[in-house]
């Protein structure tokens, strides 16, 4: 366990508050904004729910506090959204209110395809209160096109993602270069009609592309990468005078987030292997 918690270490922050903060201190000092997530999913009941809107608000007072630059992250199921979608909404509304005191974005992550509508739902709820909200998309689903529209049209942010979660073929692009052509039509959208984007991606082609899209549209957007991901490439971004913001997970459960990065780059493994076995 020793070892998997320090193979872990390279994309989680710790288990702690202080842990996010202090990773987030040092992003903010290189000029990178901080995206801070607490750990936490699937809750079907509604103690862990609760901890969590509390552990947000201690985040939330806490980067006021250290003026700690950047924004904050929620999944809807450590919501309560597997609950039903009301009761999550209602543990999110002292976050937003949090976060909007401060001028933060509310960022909501995109979990599963199960959670897909409720998700969109919630961040059309939320945005009738506050109008610096985000949701996540994923281009790996063939919904998205839809989904980017109808969020565009109601002036919610987006981050556009990939896509984490396995799903079946009937409803996601199963090869990744259809991913990859579907990431860049809507990268073409998001230049021509969004504004205050991300562009969530470690990957050199699409970041080249929205590279060059942004010389061809001027508008604010941010390149926004995971804690341990790419980190020379974020500071030449910086220095380039490009936005970037930094995905900074904590808490004590992260076995499920540190099992997605693992599959999502199978050369991951086996350097985690190797460092095992050389201890
Ligand atoms: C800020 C941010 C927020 C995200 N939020 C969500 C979300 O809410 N929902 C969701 O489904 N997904 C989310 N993701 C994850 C995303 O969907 C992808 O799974 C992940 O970003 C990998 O895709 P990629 O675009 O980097 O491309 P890939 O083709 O997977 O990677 C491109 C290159 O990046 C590098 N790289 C990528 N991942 C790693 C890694 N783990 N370790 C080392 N190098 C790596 C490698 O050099 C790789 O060749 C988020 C990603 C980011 C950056």
């Given at each position: 366990?020793?070892?998997?918690?320090?193979?872990?270490?390279?994309?989680?922050?710790?288990?702690?508050l202080e842990?996010?903060?202090?990773?987030?201190?040092d992003a903010?000092?290189?000029?990178?904004?901080?995206?801070?997530?607490?750990?936490?999913?699937?809750?079907?009941?509604?103690?862990?729910?609760?901890?969590?809107?509390?552990?947000?608000?201690?985040?939330?007072?806490?980067?006021?506090?250290?003026?700690?630059?950047?924004?904050?992250?929620?999944?809807?199921?450590?919501?309560?959204?597997?609950?039903?979608?009301?009761?999550?909404?209602?543990?999110?509304?002292?976050?937003?209110?949090?976060?909007?005191?401060?001028?933060?974005?509310?960022w909501l992550?995109?979990?599963?395809?199960?959670?897909?509508?409720?998700?969109?739902?919630?961040?059309?709820?939320?945005?009738?209160?506050?109008?610096?909200?985000?949701?996540?998309?994923?281009?790996?689903?063939?919904?998205?096109?839809?989904?980017?529209?109808?969020?565009?049209?109601?002036?919610?942010?987006?981050?556009?993602?990939?896509?984490?979660?396995?799903?079946?073929?009937?409803?996601?692009?199963?090869?990744?270069?259809?991913?990859?052509?579907?990431?860049?039509?809507?990268?073409?959208?998001?230049?021509?009609?969004?504004?205050?984007?991300?562009?969530?991606?470690?990957?050199?082609?699409?970041?080249?592309?929205?590279?060059?899209?942004?010389?061809?549209?001027?508008?604010?957007?941010?390149?926004?990468?995971?804690?341990?991901?790419?980190?020379?490439?974020?500071?030449?971004?910086?220095?380039?005078?490009?936005?970037?913001?930094?995905?900074?997970?904590?808490?004590?459960?992260?076995?499920?987030?540190?099992?997605?990065?693992?599959?999502?780059?199978?050369?991951?493994?086996?350097?985690?292997?190797?460092?095992?076995?050389?201890?």
């Amino acid at each position: 366990m020793g070892l998997l918690t320090r193979f872990a270490s390279q994309w989680v922050a710790g288990e702690t508050l202080e842990d996010a903060l202090r990773v987030a201190r040092d992003a903010n000092r290189r000029g990178i904004d901080a995206l801070v997530n607490h750990l936490g999913e699937h809750y079907h009941e509604k103690g862990p729910v609760e901890a969590t809107t509390r552990e947000y608000l201690r985040l939330v007072s806490a980067m006021r506090d250290q003026g700690i630059r950047g924004h904050v992250s929620l999944k809807p199921t450590q919501f309560g959204v597997l609950i039903e979608r009301s009761y999550a909404l209602a543990q999110m509304l002292p976050v937003l209110d949090a976060t909007k005191a401060d001028g933060r974005v509310l960022w909501l992550d995109m979990e599963g395809s199960i959670t897909t509508d409720d998700t969109i739902r919630i961040g059309e709820d939320l945005r009738t209160r506050y109008e610096r909200v985000g949701v996540c998309l994923q281009a790996n689903l063939r919904r998205t096109a839809d989904d980017l529209s109808r969020l565009l049209d109601r002036d919610i942010r987006v981050r556009l993602v990939k896509g984490a979660y396995k799903e079946s073929p009937d409803i996601a692009f199963p090869p990744r270069a259809e991913i990859d052509r579907a990431y860049l039509d809507h990268l073409e959208t998001l230049f021509e009609r969004a504004h205050d984007f991300q562009v969530a991606s470690h990957d050199g082609r699409l970041i080249e592309r929205a590279l060059e899209l942004a010389r061809e549209h001027p508008t604010p957007f941010e390149f926004a990468m995971l804690q341990g991901v790419r980190d020379p490439l974020k500071d030449e971004l910086v220095k380039a005078g490009h936005r970037v913001a930094e995905y900074i997970p904590y808490g004590p459960n992260w076995l499920p987030y540190f099992t997605r990065r693992l599959r999502e780059r199978p050369r991951n493994i086996v350097t985690m292997v190797r460092s095992f076995v050389s201890g």
